[in-house]
């Protein structure tokens, strides 16, 4: 069946540190790929996706690129900010509408 | 400006009580979701709908029933079937069919049973 593997939390980085998050899944078919993040309390929000193979997802200083060869979906960013600190939750959706969605991954960031 | 709603935010029960939790939503989505939360854990789908009177069980459905009398609504009730209800709800939507969109959430219920 389809699954999503996230790398274990918590991770804690210093302010200005370079951050990777790692995501591989397994799926029939093509996914879409997606990164959401939640902050405390809230609900999940929509960070960036990629809906084919090379595709690469951006915002606000976020990266991922769709790694069919790896199926891997890797979340980059250069230079976190304490605002960054969330969890971050790596997700597949197939052609029909459930989504999977990985454990989640906890982020500080420390001054 | 178009959304999903969840209320209330917080909820108190007493055990064996049965709550209904609300979810509206006004993005004209066809599909909608109920999902689990338990403190540092992943999301756990409850139930979902692909359209309007049919709903299907997800993986944790068990104490949980829902109803989709209208497109814009998809309320979840906690029964007193179910064994440990105390979780943060989720609640979300997206365009039936389209494997390439996003789901959207609300801001989520937290329930806590006493």
């Known amino acids: 069946g389809n699954s999503v593997t996230q790398m274990e939390g918590p991770v804690t980085l210093s302010e200005e540190a370079f951050l990777t998050i790692n995501c591989t899944y397994t799926a029939t078919g093509y996914p879409s790929l997606f990164w959401y993040v939640q902050y405390p309390g809230e609900g999940l929000q929509l960070l960036l996706k990629a809906t084919k193979a090379d595709d690469k997802g951006s915002n606000k200083g976020f990266e991922a690129t769709y790694r069919k060869e790896t199926t891997s979906f890797h979340l980059e960013k250069g230079s976190v900010q304490v605002s960054d600190s969330a969890v971050y939750f790596c997700?597949?959706?197939?052609?029909?509408?459930?989504?999977?969605f990985g454990p989640g991954t906890s982020l500080s960031v420390i001054p | 400006d178009g959304g999903i709603t969840q209320s209330p935010k917080y909820l108190f029960r007493k055990e064996g009580q049965n709550v209904t939790l609300s979810c509206e939503q006004n993005?004209?989505?066809?599909?909608m979701y109920w999902y689990r939360q338990d403190p540092g854990q992943g999301l756990r789908l409850i139930y979902y709908s692909q359209i309007v009177n049919d709903f299907q069980k997800g993986d944790i459905a068990e104490g949980y029933s829902v109803s989709r009398e209208k497109k814009e609504s998809f309320p979840l009730t906690v029964t007193s079937a179910q064994k440990n209800p105390t979780a943060f709800y989720l609640c979300?939507?997206?365009?039936?069919?389209?494997?390439?969109?996003?789901?959207?959430f609300g801001p989520g219920t937290r329930l806590t049973v006493l």
């Open positions: 979300a939507s997206s365009i039936a069919g389209a494997p390439r969109d996003e789901q959207f």
């Open positions: 997700a597949l959706k197939t052609s029909y509408d459930k989504v999977i």
């Open positions: 993005l004209n989505h066809d599909a």
